[in-house]
């Protein structure tokens, strides 16, 4: 007999769904939480650990969603099913679909991020807004690059709002944590090229080469690289600007730099390997 779809905001499987709005949760299991139809077809696409599906019967309207469902289910992985305010309590969405995973978070370790077959990266230094970071992960995936290396204390790539705003990406691009130290030792290993970003430097971004094994190296919102992260990079860019602005937002020059290196390798033939 099917069971009744649990109807408390109070069991203790949705408290503990509930708990990973925060990053001290997610942190502590190696969980997040992902919502909508798009996302999570992404993560079941892509074969990412999905620990849990949770579905609100009385929302899910898409044929597809409940056909991945199932197939899901017959795949083994747990499927909760919850009435529509349990799942309004767990959703930080407006008109929530009704269907969201509980998914395992994966990490890099340097070694592995190294040993890529592409050997193209980005480096944000202290980004701290999920929003961009989310936008970062999209856009680097559009180009192709491997993924991305967090530099000193960031924000959490799977914060819900970086989730959202990845658009799926945060299961394909690969994601690595570093301090400075640690990135320079990196560099020194694996012959590296960091092509890092600052307003103040001479050369255009579109007048160097970016051959790999390269890195992006994009600095913090407000303060951008350091002295010390400076240091590492073999060429400083910076993107001009002719209006009264006197900054990009992050992602935004993140993407105006990635798509040069693009361009690039588009055209010593290097194509979109999935790896």
């Not at 103040?200 to 579109?206: C, D, E, F, L, V």
Request: some cysteine; hydrophobic content about 40%.
């Amino acid at each position: 007999m099917k069971s009744e779809p649990i109807s408390s905001p109070a069991n203790p499987a949705i408290k503990r769904i509930r708990s990973l709005r925060q990053r001290k949760q997610r942190e502590k299991t190696g969980l997040f939480f992902a919502e909508g139809i798009r996302i999570v077809t992404e993560a079941v696409q892509v074969r990412a650990p999905v620990e849990a599906l949770v579905i609100a019967p009385d929302l899910l309207e898409s044929r597809f969603a409940r056909s991945l469902c199932e197939d899901q289910r017959r795949m083994g992985v747990p499927v909760l099913e919850v009435t529509k305010e349990v799942f309004q309590s767990i959703s930080d969405k407006d008109g929530p679909q009704g269907l969201a995973a509980v998914i395992r978070q994966r990490w890099d370790t340097p070694d592995a991020a190294a040993r890529s077959n592409r050997r193209r990266w980005v480096a944000l230094s202290g980004v701290q807004d999920p929003g961009n970071l989310g936008t970062v992960l999209r856009t680097s995936d559009a180009v192709g690059f491997a993924g991305v290396i967090l530099v000193g204390p960031t924000t959490d790539p799977y914060d819900p709002a970086c989730v959202r705003a990845s658009m799926g990406a945060i299961f394909s691009q690969r994601l690595v944590r570093l301090t400075v130290e640690e990135l320079a030792a990196w560099k020194n290993r694996y012959g590296y090229t960091f092509v890092g970003t600052s307003g103040a430097a001479p050369t255009n971004y579109r007048n160097v080469s970016y051959r790999e094994p390269v890195v992006i190296f994009m600095g913090s919102e407000r303060e951008g690289l350091s002295a010390q992260e400076q240091a590492l990079c073999d060429v400083m860019v910076s993107i001009p600007m002719v209006g009264r602005s006197d900054s990009l937002n992050l992602a935004v020059a993140t993407g105006v730099v990635l798509y040069e290196a693009f361009w690039q390798l588009q055209n010593l033939g290097v194509g979109r390997e999935r790896t």
